[in-house]
């Protein structure tokens, strides 16, 4: 009788939980006690079971890192043209937690493991061939490799936050033009049609993409309208 009292004294002291017979940890760490105790002895002796407030879990948790785009030149395709050369493919991280909770809540999260799956980056091939077309128009007969369709609009020297000089230093003139490098390449000779020659010599930050600004001393006096055009890309 006096080890059941100092077994139960120490049980309430240490604050433990019994669950299917099986002692806490803080119990089953202490002397002379036994770590599973026979079925039904709490019940007899009217000591209440309690079940554990703390629980642990795994937790996976997932980042997926995109993947980058890379160009090469290749002299096997035609200037302008674009081809894949390998498709891309996300990388991921994989972090795995030990998450721990009391009465449901969560009040510690450790990394157990990482797993970094590394992306694969997409390349896509730039066409730098010239094959050379004939195109005649009224100024004369041309060689031209490449023709756009683009959104052309106009402006002057006088423009809002212009300085009356190109990107190139030229004065903003009619037969001047202002590009995204991107599409077309500064220094390009151009026949715009329905404007004539043009050379690509400026920049702004509204021409991005496939549009382009055409050079006028005075738009005022000018004769273009604003719209969709066919742009060829002359062998200078």
Partial sequence: MQKLIKFISL???AGGAVVNGQLSNS???MDNFPQYVEP???AYHNIPVTRSVFSQEKQLE???IPFGISYEDSDRLEWGKRQLKQKGVNGLIRRTYLISLWRGEVYDKQLMEKEVTPPV???VLRGTKKVLRKLTVPEGSFSYFAQKKLFATSYDGRCL??????YLGTPVRHGVCAVDPKVIPLGSLLYVEGYGLCRAEDIGGAVKGNRIDLGFEDVRTGFWSAGWTKVYLLVD
């Fill in 40 to 42: 039904g002895f709490f």
């Fill in 62 to 64: 997932e980042e997926v």
């Fill in 121 to 123: 980056p997409e390349i």
């Fill in 27 to 29: 119990l089953a760490k």
């Fill in 11 to 13: 049980l309430s002291l």
């Fill in 161 to 166: 936050g212009c300085s009356g000089l190109t």
